[in-house]
């Protein structure tokens, strides 16, 4: 774990995974998640970015990922701690507080 915490990247679209209905958006989950890995491991430093899936942004990295999540047709969101894949569709907080616990994160 960097001074800046591990990052956490959801990618996602504004328009609901087909096979997601009646889940939260992938934005919702964004939010969501921000909100839930504060409260789990507070004071602990962490950053957490949404990539839009149809429209990434130039960093290599982050858009060809969203090439992938397309063209394997993935459900979104799809969660990834640093380049590793721990949710899809309807993300867990258990896989994810895990994962992070695995970065050496404490729960609070």
Known sequence: MTNQGV???VYGAEQICP???NMP???ETYEWLEAAV????ANQPFRITYVDIFNPPEEVSKKQFAE???EED????VVLIEEKIVGEGNPRLKTIFAELE??????E
């Open 19 to 21: 096979s997601c209905v």
């Open 38 to 41: 504060a409260r789990k491991f």
């Open 74 to 77: 993935m459900f979104y969101p």
């Open 102 to 107: 695995n970065h050496g994160y404490k729960a």
């Open 7 to 9: 990052e956490i990247i």
């Open 25 to 27: 958006s992938s934005k």
């Open 68 to 70: 992938r999540v397309i």
